[in-house]
């Protein structure tokens, strides 16, 4: 319990967000003055009350509601709504709100577009919200906020917040649809295991982060069960190791893979810890996109066939570019391991004397290749970071009033972002080296722990026309769109705990885990000894 404790301390050190979700369709953010300003008014015709709050349906943290105001004429538009968060006691000013969430949006803009690509990047824009509508709002879903998440209070004083487009729905087509759309949604982690000279755990450059992690979950009560998945897998680019970490993810969703229907949490936890439904219930839910007797089938074969069926879209979509999809701004090759030694598919290849190294690739234009390289901006570990975290510390204690200068708390304009193509490793020494190994693991962290975004919509019976990407699936086509999420970058402040807990995780992993490991090797080794005598005897 330690663990989740500090954890907790650590997460109420920083805001968060709240997010609401507009089920059906919502009102427009007229786009406002001023550049860097990009403030919406929200329609007044929009009142609390038409909200409904659906949280069961969502993750501790997460407050859907379903909005059905109509915006004129126009056809519904569906929007979500995502407010600050703060640690009671770390209330902060309206303006200082405004430049948050202005933050925010500039690092989507002028940051995460550029590495991840703009089709894939949604920053939306800050609104500004009439108070009592903010009020009674915060009223009504209140009751409904997960325990686990209100040691932080939702910003109601401002009046500002984010309105981002639904990304449960097909980002191809900017109105509503009123075709069935699955939307699945996968938290990747950490995909490479550190290449950095200066990791000091010799575990670290065999197990990778996540794996390691899993074992403290548990543990310290986050999650009931290891799971299978390893992030290596996933990104490995080979379509088996990929079907793997996705059945994986199926059977133990914990919080890195969630499923809606219609914008509706189906699959995976809807708080802290309770899935929702079981791999049969998803099969039922998931047989009209899949499954070419349209829910005439039933019993296990079914719900394996189907399962298969998500499992071949989804490598699918991840594997596909987008046409307007470039290599992205960074260039850093793959280095360290490719295959994580914990991953149960690894192993298993391995014990089989099969090759484990085999590694398709993933093509340059895909999201997750993209993902990888911004992840891959944490050239030194945590490890060879913290010294230089606390050069820049040093030079912020004697210079306090140099921290805007630094661009620490932004703002995340081009400047910042030129500055974090600087790839090079070689420390001369300076402060400036320091900060911008310091920006670059933030954004790198911040890419560790985004998510994935996958909305998929049969195509309507001889509509070639649409202009949109399609996977073709064994019932239909399926028109898709892949978007990323929770791109907010990393607070500063958060690197001491990052340094602690990534020891912490070390240390638990090597001293229980691995000493069981030898344990069974050494078991294993007398049983054989013993072996030997007994046939000496003999
Ligand atoms: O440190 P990690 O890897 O446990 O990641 C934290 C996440 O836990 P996870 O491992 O995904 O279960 C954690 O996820 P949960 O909120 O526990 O679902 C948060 O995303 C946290 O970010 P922040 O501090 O709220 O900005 C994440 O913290 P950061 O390290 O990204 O700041
Ligand atoms: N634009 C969006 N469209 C649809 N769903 C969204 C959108 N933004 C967020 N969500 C949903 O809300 C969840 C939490 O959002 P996000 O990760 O941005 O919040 P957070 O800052 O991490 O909040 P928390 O403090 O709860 O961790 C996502 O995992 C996703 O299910």
């Known amino acids: 319990m330690r663990c989740a404790c500090r954890v907790a301390s650590h997460r109420a050190a920083s805001p968060g967000m709240l997010v609401l979700l507009s089920g059906n369709g919502g009102p427009e953010a007229e786009p406002g003055p001023g550049p860097g300003q990009h403030r919406g008014k929200f329609p007044e015709c929009c009142q609390p009350t038409e909200w409904s709050s659906a949280s069961r349906n969502h993750r501790a943290g997460v407050l859907p509601c379903c909005c059905a105001v109509r915006n004129g004429a126009l056809p519904q538009r569906c929007v979500v709504l995502r407010f600050l968060k703060f640690p009671p006691n770390k209330k902060k000013t309206s303006e200082e709100i405004l430049q948050h969430l202005q933050n925010i949006v500039d690092f989507g803009k002028n940051v995460m577009k550029d590495f991840l690509g703009e089709n894939y990047v949604h920053c939306g824009e800050v609104v500004q919200l009439p108070l009592e509508f903010v009020k009674q709002l915060c009223l009504k879903i209140q009751c409904e906020r997960p325990e686990s998440r209100c040691d932080k209070d ?35 982690k950490c995909g490479f295991i550190p290449f950095s000279n200066d990791v000091t755990h010799e575990m670290k450059h065999k197990v990778c982060r996540y794996c390691m992690h899993q074992h403290l979950k548990v543990a310290t009560g986050k999650w009931k069960k290891i799971s299978k998945y390893c992030p290596l897998d996933l990104y490995s680019g080979n379509k088996q190791r990929m079907h793997f970490a996705l059945r994986s993810l199926l059977q133990e969703t914990q919080n890195n893979l969630r499923i809606f229907k219609n914008g509706e949490l189906i699959y995976g936890c809807g708080d802290a810890r309770s899935p929702v439904a079981d791999l049969k219930e998803l099969a039922h839910h998931l047989k009209p996109f899949f499954f070419p007797s349209n829910g005439l089938a039933s019993g296990p074969h079914c719900t394996k066939a189907v399962i298969r069926e998500l499992v071949h879209v989804i490598t699918r979509v991840l594997l596909s570019s987008s046409e307007k999809a470039r290599a992205g701004a960074l260039r850093l090759g793959l280095q360290g391991p490719r295959v994580c030694e914990a991953s149960p598919f690894s192993r298993s290849l391995h014990n089989q004397g099969k090759n484990t190294s ?103 019976q001889g509509t070639s026309s649409d202009q949109r990407p399609v996977i073709p699936s064994s019932r239909s086509r399926l028109a898709f769109s892949v978007s990323v999420l929770d791109l907010d970058l990393k607070p500063y402040e958060s690197i001491p705990h990052q340094y602690k807990l990534d020891s912490k995780i070390v240390n638990y992993y090597s001293k229980t885990v691995h000493a069981k490991d030898d344990t069974v090797r050494s078991t294993r080794f007398k049983e054989h000894e013993d072996c030997t005598l007994v046939l000496h005897k003999v």
């Not at 401002?158 to 309105?163: E, H, L, T, V």
């Not at 004697?398 to 620490?408: A, C, G, N, S, V």
């Not at 420390?427 to 933030?442: E, P």
Request: hydrophobic share 35%; proline share 6%.
């Open 154 to 188: 939702l910003d109601t004083f401002s009046g500002y917040a984010m309105c981002l487009p639904n990304l449960t729905r097909l980002q191809t087509f900017h109105f509503a649809e009123h075709r069935p759309i699955l939307c699945v949604e996968i938290k990747p």
């Open 358 to 460: 085999e590694h398709s690739g993933l093509p340059k234009g895909c999201l997750l290749y993209k993902t990888l390289q911004v992840q891959m901006l944490d050239q030194l570990d945590i490890e060879g970071l913290y010294p230089l975290y606390k050069r820049v510390e040093q030079y912020l204690e004697e210079f306090p009033e140099e921290r805007k200068t630094l661009q620490i708390d932004g703002p995340y304009d081009e400047v910042f972002y030129q500055k974090l193509l600087d790839l090079s490793t070689e420390d001369d020494g300076t402060v400036a080296f320091a900060l911008t190994k310091v920006q670059q693991y933030r954004v790198a962290m911040t890419a560790k722990d985004c998510s994935i975004m996958i909305a998929l919509s049969p195509c309507l």
